[in-house]
C-alpha cells in the first residue's frame, strides 16, 4: 500500500480489528527492527499491541533465534508451516529499549540517518527535541542553559532497539557490510547466501586496524524498566510457536 512500512502499517491501522490482526515479517534483524519500530510510533496504534511473528530471511536472525523462530528459512515449503505456527503461536511481551543519538555536529544530507530505515530516525518535533536534549544534558552532567526555549536546539535521532545493540568495532563492520550491498559484490555475495562472508571479510579488515572508543563518548544512560520515575522502555507484542514445533 506505499513505499515505506510505515505507510502500510498506517493503513492497516486505520481498519485494525479487536483483537489486532497478526503479523508475519519475512527478513532480518533489521528488517523486523524497522517494523516494530513503525508499530511503536503509529499514534492510531497507541496502547495496541500487535502480535509479530518472524519469518527468519536475514543473513544472522538473532531476534527469530531467541524466539524460537529458527535461524533460517531451510526450504520455501516451510513458508507453509510458519502459517500454520502464527496462527497458533503464544503472545509473548518483548521489551523494547529507546536509544537517544545526539550528533556532535550537523550531519551531511546523505548521511544514513537522514534515511528512512530500522536505524534511529530524527526528531521533527521542537518539543520533543529540547526534552530529549534536556536529558542527554543531565546525563552527560552538562548544566542546560537558562534560554533554552530561545536556543537553536541540536538534532537528535530516536530509535528502538531488542536484544542488543553495538558500539564501536562491532557496528563499524555492520556499518561497512551494509555499505557493501550496496555494490554489485556485495549484492551477489547475500544473494547467493554467503552474508556471513561479507561479515567476516569486513570483521578481519577492522580489526587489524581499529582504536579504542573515542573520549567523545562519555556517557550511555540506561534506564531500569523497574525505576518508575526514570523508565525509558517500552513493550512490543511477539509470538512464540509451539514448542514442540519450533525450528
Not at 542546560?144 to 532497539?161: I, K, S, T
Request: hydrophobic share 35%; glycine share 8%.
Amino acid at each position: 500500500r506505499g513505499e515505506e512500512p510505515g505507510d502500510t502499517i498506517a493503513a492497516m491501522a486505520r481498519d485494525c480489528s479487536d483483537p489486532p490482526p497478526r503479523l508475519l515479517v519475512c527478513g532480518g534483524d533489521g528488517t523486523v527492527t524497522w517494523i516494530l519500530t513503525e508499530l511503536e510510533n503509529c499514534p492510531e496504534l497507541a496502547g495496541r499491541n500487535v502480535p509479530v511473528a518472524i519469518l527468519p530471511l536475514g543473513t544472522g536472525n538473532d531476534l527469530a533465534r531467541s524466539l524460537g523462530w529458527g535461524k533460517r528459512l531451510r526450504a520455501v515449503s516451510d513458508v507453509l508451516d510458519y502459517l500454520q505456527w502464527v496462527t497458533q503461536a503464544t503472545p509473548v511481551v518483548l521489551d523494547q529499549w529507546r536509544l537517544v543519538l545526539r550528533p556532535h555536529e550537523s550531519l551531511d544530507e546523505s548521511h544514513k540517518l537522514r534515511r528512512q530505515g530500522s536505524h534511529p530516525q530524527l526528531v521533527s518535533d521542537p518539543d520533543t527535541s529540547r526534552q530529549l536534549n534536556a536529558v542527554m544534558d543531565e546525563a552527560l552532567g552538562m548544566q542546560a542553559p537558562l534560554d533554552m526555549e530561545q536556543r537553536e536546539v541540536p538534532e537528535v535521532y530516536v530509535g528502538f532497539w531488542q536484544n542488543y545493540y553495538s558500539l564501536g568495532m562491532d557496528a563499524k563492520v555492520a556499518f561497512y557490510v551494509d555499505a557493501s550491498r550496496n555494490g554489485s559484490m556485495g549484492r551477489a555475495f547475500f544473494r547467493w547466501g554467503l552474508g556471513k562472508v561479507c561479515y567476516a571479510w569486513q570483521g578481519v579488515r577492522h580489526s587489524c586496524c581499529t582504536r579504542r572508543m573515542t573520549p567523545q563518548l562519555q556517557a550511555i544512560r540506561m534506564a531500569n524498566a523497574a525505576d518508575e520515575d526514570d523508565a525509558d522502555t517500552s513493550s512490543a507484542r511477539t509470538l512464540s510457536p509451539p514448542l514442540e514445533e519450533r525450528l
